[in-house]
């Protein structure tokens, strides 16, 4: 068996002393893992590092073996975006979570083309956060969990839409919540194209993506959402306090 | 004779065990102590019982030390006001190699890893917050790894350092002492380039 392919590194560890095994996410292959040879190795280590883009020629006897990846480095992004606190969480939280809720071997060519765009985002396009929102959305989607934002589970009108059911995942209208507004999650307008994905607005976005991700892929009994997105959440939080003008009234320095 | 060819056995199992030992290489590495009974193999075994009974983790700084507190903490030289962060007590011997760095360390334990969910609580940074606000240090040096972990390490301490009054600094990255340009992966070519300095 064989294929080759252009892919993204999502997750290595080391495999013995000198080897590691690699995870890359391919447009026609998926999630798909195999063994790199010296890839825990001085030549090989820097090469490996979460978000590059490789060249990978996988080779097994059988279909159903871990296979041998042999590797060509096409670009490394961790080395552009490790003097940025919040764009290198954006990289580990993209990688950690593709490696978290990916099956093995189910191709995703869209989630796959985001991804890759989101990648290249985080490298100097100053709206990559709001790029990221998008993806989570696509993410869950991806996989079967989108989101239904189109029209009030309840009423069923498109506008006025103000929360989203827990439950289902479907948008409600202020009028159509009434007195369960309180149970339901905010919906920022972000989500409907009404406004742009940033600062108090991209949290909740945030939020409740991550409500969906965490009910969905790291249910009560199973192992927790990666903590790389957790620390992209805590850093972009940070960046939005530290950009948000201080209260009225307030002193500076006080 | 059968009780000590188990008794071999036994020691070549475990001797395979070591990084860098398979069960052939250590077949030889243990013939060879065996051939030198007396001059090496007794003095090895020795060295490793006095080894194994008396080393600890330095109760400060984490390094591994005969005594309760290593040699550098207990050093009055080193109390430079300098804290060198590392992940791994390899890390801190590579740099006592380099015999450049003056100050005192700090040893982790580990890097935060998004894979593992190694979060801080694994780590000692609340020793190394307590170091700092205790001791009167004036800098932490973060010498972690380049890579994913090692940085989100870094930069999850120095936001944890934040307000302490201490400067926060991390080891330079680019172009290794003898490497060449062509060989360098595209990440250390452009960490080099943003840390370019002026020829003086």
């Known amino acids: 068996m064989e294929w080759r392919a252009q892919a993204l590194l999502i997750a290595v560890r080391p495999h013995g002393e000198t080897a590691a095994i690699a995870e890359v996410f391919t447009e026609a292959h998926g999630r798909h893992a195999g063994v790199v040879r010296g890839g825990a190795g001085r030549r090989m280590a820097p090469l490996l590092q979460p978000g590059a883009e490789l060249d990978v020629t996988w080779r097994a006897r059988l279909e159903g073996q871990i296979g041998t990846f042999a590797v060509e480095p096409v670009r490394g992004r961790a080395g552009a975006v490790m003097g940025d606190r919040a764009a290198l969480a954006g990289l580990s939280a993209v990688c950690a979570l593709l490696a978290h809720v990916l099956p093995d071997r189910a191709p995703h060519p869209r989630l796959w083309a985001a991804s890759r765009t989101l990648l290249d985002a985080l490298e100097g396009v100053p709206d990559w956060p709001a790029a990221y929102l998008r993806w989570e959305l696509g993410l869950l989607d991806e996989m079967g969990y989108g989101l239904d934002l189109s029209r009030c589970a309840v009423t069923g009108t498109r506008s006025g839409l103000a929360f989203v059911s827990p439950r289902t995942g479907r948008a409600v209208s202020a009028a159509g919540a009434g007195d369960w507004a309180d149970r339901l999650l905010p919906l920022p307008p972000c989500l409907l194209g009404l406004a742009e994905a940033r600062g108090e607005q991209l949290l909740t976005g945030l939020a409740l993506t991550g409500y969906f991700l965490e009910r969905h892929f790291a249910p009560e009994g199973a192992a927790p959402l990666p903590p790389a997105r957790d620390r992209l959440v805590a850093a972009l939080a940070r960046r939005v306090r530290a950009s948000s003008p201080p209260p009225a009234g307030s002193v500076p320095g006080a | ?200």
Not at chain 2, 34 to 50: F, H, I, V
């Open chain 2, 1 to 200: 004779m059968a009780e000590a060819g188990r008794e071999i056995a036994a020691l070549i199992e475990q001797v395979a065990r070591l990084p860098g030992l398979g069960p052939r290489s250590a077949r030889r590495l243990v013939l060879f102590l065996l051939k030198r009974r007396g001059q090496t193999m007794l003095p090895l075994a020795q060295a490793l019982e006095r080894v194994a009974r008396g080393a600890r983790d330095c109760a400060v700084c984490g390094n591994i030390s005969g005594a309760e507190v290593c040699d550098i903490c207990t050093d009055p030289r080193r109390a430079t006001g300098e804290i060198c962060v590392v992940a791994d007590v390899a890390d801190l011997w590579a740099l006592e190699r380099g015999g450049t760095f003056r100050g005192r360390y700090h040893v982790l334990g580990g890097l935060l890893s998004a894979l593992d969910a190694v979060g801080p609580e694994e780590l000692r940074l609340p020793a190394l917050a307590a170091r700092v606000a205790d001791d009167g240090i004036t800098e932490v040096i973060l010498a972690l790894d380049a890579t994913v972990d090692g940085q989100t390490t870094a930069h999850y301490i120095a936001e944890a350092l934040e307000g302490t009054g201490a400067r926060v600094t991390s080891l330079a990255q680019g172009v290794p002492i003898g490497g060449e340009l062509d060989y360098l992966d595209d990440g250390t070519i452009t960490a080099a380039l943003r840390a370019r300095r002026a020829l003086d």
